[in-house]
């Protein structure tokens, strides 16, 4: 009966030639994350959830290869061309698999339109250091048993196999929860197809209370609301900075005590440093969009679109600047990185400079020596009129992957590991830091400053299975960075440790709580000065829908609608998961996110385009 089959013999062996690579790309895949210590985890369907969307895949292409063979079948010179046709179809998807074979190993998602935007000519230096045997024998192995399957395949049960790849594209998603893949199941061109797609805009989440009652310790500073009134800013947004590494924000069990950033524990030793502080979204752009507008960037969307989306945001360079200050932005990176011209255009700097502008004798792909860019601010702050304040956003690279910053500051620390070389690009930041620290001294310029230095985002290294760099999850080394703020020195500007909650969203309400300029109807974060410590919500999308909630000493992570619960007081490592038995907990976090995500992105797809 099965050699009876409708399905015709040259579009069976295009199918079987086609998951036998797409197949074999998974286990590639699978070998690469054990090697790296994430070994899968699951049932013993966790097989068959690996392979089901390349069973639709697969399915997809044979319908309509085999109905097109027979609508043709009795011109064979157009039947021919078909089969070409298809033939060049399956090859291309088994390139772009085996492509995404070393992608998915270090993302844990196969290549999304927003990494292919982020995966140009400025990260080629981080690129290239992935381009190892393993990676390469990794991609080439599906290729070749394309190859080799096309030419020497024999249909004859291929029926049976039909039938089987039908169960598998039924059976994966039924299976989808029990298996932990760490996304490893996505078909590349699903994922890359899915992601082009526009997002739809949340039903209203049930009714709940969503504002959680206050939770936690939280310092009185409201006696430091403008006392720095008329005084200038400079903000330094330390590049991959996580707060676990450094001296100051360091935890009282750390059995690394190196301290790579010795500069900013003599700035901060004097200020006010924050304890429990988390970005908005754990990727520079929009978190520097968080971070200076005080909004959260808006899911599923470039960063090139929110010039047009979010254009009703104020921004705190257009805000001072409506207040007599002038404004500069110094960055050792290139604004065409990932969009963020179009975050920072029209937004009130009157000078803006990158790696084009700045120069200098040290470049990568990523920018130039975090020490030319603040000769290059030093400068700008020479030829200002003098009395008159300034507002000044410093944003260096060192930090970023692959830890190798340009410059030759000294890089002080052995490095055996990756998080060494790390150590030693955060040293050579802080050498950076010490020069401008050192300029603004040497221009009589100390007493008239406030100083804001925070993380934009934190890193990892594997703490967790398949957490690496920082936009793929959000555990604490994602999301936990540092912030402090040093006053002029005055009899309030003692040193204080402040425990309250906070994100990076409200960092801009904060400063203009300092300068005594109110608070701005569009920002969505409140002033740290205020002795609460209110429920914080992060969120990222690079892998997939996450949001994280912190209440308290609780933390919930939303990821693909699984909820994980965890004790940071007793746990903060986030090693056990609590959700399935603090049950009535889980539920109320889970609803408040829901909600969260619901009421954020039906705001701002709202907001009138210009």
Known sequence: MLRRTTVSLPPLRRAAALFIALALAKLMLAILRASDGVPLMGSALTPVVMVYQDAWVVLALLLADNGLARLTGGRPALQRALGTVFWVGAALLVLWSALNVPVARVLSTPLTT???????????????????LANVVGALAPIGAFIASSRFVRPVRLPIAVYALAATSVIGPLALSSAKTLGAHQNAALALLSSALPSATPEAAPEVDKDLDDAGAALDLRDLAGTARGKSVIVVALESTRARDLAPWRPADASDTRDPMPNLTRLVSRGVIFERIWTAYPESIKGLWAAQCSQYPLPDTRADAHAQRLHRASCLAAILRTQGYTTGLFHSGWFDYFGMASIIADRGFDVMHDAGDIGGPFKTSFGTDDRATVKNLLQWLDAQPKGKPFYAVYLPIAGHHPYHAPGDAPRPFPEVSEHDSYLDDLAMSDAALGELMAGVADRQLADDVVWVVYGDHGEAFREHPGNIAHTLFLYEENLHVPLAIVLPPTPASHARRAPQRGSLVDLAPTVMDLLGLGHDPLHVGHSLLE??????????????PQLALAHGDWKAILDSGELELYDLASDPAERKDLASIERA???RYRRFLEAWQADHTRAFKALDLP
Do not use: K
Request: aromatic residues 6%; proline residues 6%; without cysteine.
């Open 531 to 544: 002795p609460r410590s209110r429920p914080v919500v992060a969120f990222t999308d690079q892998r997939a």
């Open 114 to 132: 927003a990494s292919l935007a982020a995966a140009g000519g400025r990260l080629a230096d981080s690129i290239l250091g992935y381009v190892t």
């Open 585 to 587: 907990q889980a539920d």
